[in-house]
């Protein structure tokens, strides 16, 4: 099973960016998608982008587009979420997932990270 490790949140501006990393160990599953969810306090957690194998295919939640940018380094097993623009409503914990599926409005997640805080000030 896929071990994902997070890095790169922390406390920003509004209007900031940062970029998060995770960085995949072990079998990242047969289709080998990627993606990033976030729960806020109180919230349920959400899809914010999804990435496939090759990197050229990507999704995102209408709520980030045109702000996040996901990629990946397949050579470094990591994949990378670009977060420009920053509201204080992108606070949340950001997972990383493997194996990100969704079937109707439900996803399905292969492996999830431990997470890593993201806090936008106002």
């Known amino acids: 099973q896929v071990q994902l490790v997070e890095s790169g949140g922390g406390l920003v501006q509004a209007g900031g960016s940062l970029r998060l990393s995770c960085a995949a160990s072990?079998?990242?599953?047969?289709?080998?998608?990627m993606g990033w969810f976030r729960q806020a306090p109180g919230k349920e957690r959400e899809f914010v982008a999804r990435i496939n194998w090759s990197g050229v295919v990507t999704s995102y939640a209408d709520s980030v587009k045109g702000r996040f940018t996901i990629s990946r380094d397949n050579a470094k097993n990591t994949v990378y979420l670009q977060m420009n623009s920053l509201k204080p409503d992108d606070t949340a914990v950001y997972y990383c997932?493997?194996?990100?599926?969704?079937?109707?409005?439900?996803?399905?997640?292969?492996?999830w990270g431990q997470g890593t805080q993201v806090t936008v000030s106002s």
């Open positions: 072990g079998r990242t599953g047969s289709s080998g998608a």
């Open positions: 997932a493997a194996e990100p599926s969704q079937n109707a409005t439900r996803w399905t997640v292969g492996s």
